[in-house]
């Protein structure tokens, strides 16, 4: 079996095609189950975040995965195939499983380190286990992986520093401002992201913070932790020309802050500026906003110009936490090829035991005038030159790469000494299936 991995992320593909590729929760169940009714795809996992969308599965055909998950990213996307396989990137096996290693330890991420990641990639297993789609392989591969993340953040600095999207936002902010102490914030959303902005804003001096959310009962809670003011969407109108700064992180499928509402506070505010960033995907505020005298219009693509002036002085920490991710993944690798190797092994030894056994059984006519000692020194010696003469095959496959060289090597020993491991290998599956 391989494991695949098949996606895109901030580095790869524009704000414009993530945003088609937005998915709800309600969805991912279904794309799931789909995903695995494909005869190439035995378990699938799917991580959406506004930055990523990956699709990790666990195939006996890479090739044949890896296009069946191409051709849903296009559907998808609603876009020919080769418009979006441009941005696409797919690992096998060793890279796949480096990769979630990275992304869950926030080494992948627009900011490097940041801690929310993890929290994600444990949702999308949280949702292939509702779906049904995580077996044995992605349950192990993911409780790994989170092992990993840990050591990683826990074993170097590379998670110190509380540094996230919501902190670069504010941070650009300051950069368009100065200081912001005094500076009245629209928050538009009231979910983790919006309440990090807000901590981030009210450290920077911002006293008069208004929470806009669909449901005015989730904004009155924010409002409240921030001795803030509640509305709902439908009030954003009425406010926005109150706001120096408007930071926009809902899950909205639409625009929720079109051109015509901004300019008419533009024009109460009697064109003092407003900056807006806007760090949903897909996004809140419609880009025609940001032609508008007056405004500075930022969306999560942007961002990336602050992220990249802390990212030099977390490098060294970085390179740790790979170090660490390496060993982890050296060991679930080693782990995975056993499935394979371990049943061929002991295929392998039953036959040349069982060969050893018949030929003593045929010299038995010859060996009756030996005494007991005699044949147990014959007995050793079978088994010693048995031994001898297998041992370059077992060491070989015992350290088998998990790659084609691999694959290739292990089909080779089964031809060559005439093997089935088919009931041997079911027999290695079911003892390793324990709870973890």
Known sequence: MRICHIGL???????????????????????????VRHEAIREAALLSTCNRVEMTVVTHDPDAAIATVHEWFARKAEMDLSQVIEHLYSYTTDEAVRHLYAVAAGLDSLVLGEPQILGQVKASYEHALDAGTAGHILHRLYQSTFSA????????AIGKQAVNISSCAVELARHIFGALSGKTVMLIGAGEMAELAATHLRAQGCTHILVANRTLERARNLAREYEGHALTLQQIDQYLDAADIVVSSTGANTFVLLPDTVERAIRKRKNRPMFLVDIAVPRDIDPRVGELDGVYLYDIDDLQQ???????????????????????????????KS?????????????????RSDELHKAEKYLKALTPEQRQAVDRFSRALMKRFMHPALRTLKTLPADIEGDLLMGAASRLFGLDTTHTTAEHQAQDEQPL
């Open 149 to 156: 993340a840990k050591r990683a953040r826990t074993e170097t």
């Open 339 to 355: 499935l394979e190797t371990v049943p061929l092994i002991r295929a392998l030894q039953q036959h040349m035991e069982h060969l």
């Open 9 to 35: 992320n901030h580095k790869t593909a524009p704000v414009e095609l993530r945003e088609r590729l937005a998915i709800g929760k309600g969805e991912i169940g279904e794309i799931l189950r789909d995903t």
């Open 306 to 336: 602050v992220v990249q002036g802390n990212r030099e002085q977390r490098e060294e920490e970085a390179r740790k936490a790979r170090i660490i991710l390496d060993e982890e993944a050296d060991a679930f690798l080693h782990w995975l």
